[in-house]
């Protein structure tokens, strides 16, 4: 794992967008794996100046999210889906059919996740997931406990996880209980991963996910063991003994 710590959630986010600019650079037709949170805010908008400023294009990419809200309705402010159009790719030259997520609406979510997983595939992969981390060390929506080996499926939201974004549910108007998300093992074979986190309160788990032992109890440890994983932290994020 290669791990920068920037003084600033500004940097933070400015250092992540160039990874972004420099995979579709380098790649074109690259595939995005793109998340939500607050977190990620930051690195769309910075991501979104390198696009005017610079010319980073996404013409020839395609993105899938990582997650989405099982019965959210897409065109709810709260889904992902919407998220994801506001925050970056109503504002770049993407070609919407190559944006994707699981369909919120879905008749069955389990088959939803098999689809899913299948059109990445065919898509060849994701070359580039960007990740954020929950406070208990969620990846996706891959809760502790989620074996490692599982594929894209309907997760069910652990109550920690929704304490912990009460707000954001409160305010955004919706109150999920399952999501469809990409499984450890689809994380696991992106091919480069970009994890980001932000703020003294995620310091706890990002000890933990950076330093402790490969487990499922902390479902983004499991990167410890990815070939090509950057974890850009700010400093209040960063384990005081950052390796
Ligand atoms: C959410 C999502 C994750 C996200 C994480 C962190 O619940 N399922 O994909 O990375 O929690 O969110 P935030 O950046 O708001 O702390």
Same mark, same amino acid.
């Given at each position: ?65 990582v ?15 919407f ?11 993407i ?9 919120s ?6 088959q ?5 997983? @299948?059109? $990445?595939?065919? *898509?060849?992969? /994701?070359? #580039?997931?960007?990740? =954020?981390?929950?406070?208990? %060390?969620h ?22 996880s ?20 990409l499984?450890i @093992?689809? $994380?696991?074979? *992106?091919?480069? /991963?970009? #994890?980001?986190?932000? =703020?003294?309160?995620?310091? %706890?788990?990002m000890?933990?996910?950076l ?30 003994n950052?390796?």
């Amino acid at each position: 794992m290669k791990i920068v710590v920037k003084q600033t959630a500004e940097e933070v986010d400015l250092a992540a967008a160039r990874e972004v600019a420099r995979q579709l650079l380098s790649r074109p037709e690259s595939v995005l794996g793109l998340s939500t949170g607050s977190t990620v805010l930051g690195l769309h908008r910075a991501l979104l100046r390198l696009h005017r400023e610079c010319g980073v294009s996404f013409a020839g990419a395609v993105t899938f999210n990582v997650d989405e809200y099982a019965g959210v309705a897409p065109d709810h402010p709260g889904s992902c889906r919407f998220r994801i159009f506001e925050q970056l790719l109503n504002q770049v030259d993407i070609r919407r059919e190559n944006c994707h997520l699981p369909d919120s609406e879905a008749e069955d979510f389990e088959q939803e996740a098999r689809l899913y997983e @299948r059109r $990445i595939a065919q *898509a060849g992969g /994701i070359d #580039l997931q960007i990740l =954020g981390i929950g406070m208990n %060390g969620h990846i996706g929506f891959n809760e502790p406990g989620t074996p490692f080996e599982r594929d894209a499926h309907v997760a069910v939201i652990s109550e920690r996880s929704l304490s912990d974004k009460a707000e954001f549910y409160k305010k955004a108007g919706i109150a999920p209980r399952k999501a469809v998300t990409l499984g450890i @093992r689809n $994380i696991m074979r *992106a091919r480069r /991963i970009l #994890l980001v986190a932000k =703020g003294a309160a995620k310091r %706890g788990i990002m000890e933990k996910t950076l330093l402790g032992p490969v487990t499922t109890e902390v479902p983004a440890s499991v990167l410890q063991l990815h070939p090509d994983t950057t974890v850009i932290l700010d400093s209040a994020a960063a384990p005081l003994n950052s390796p």
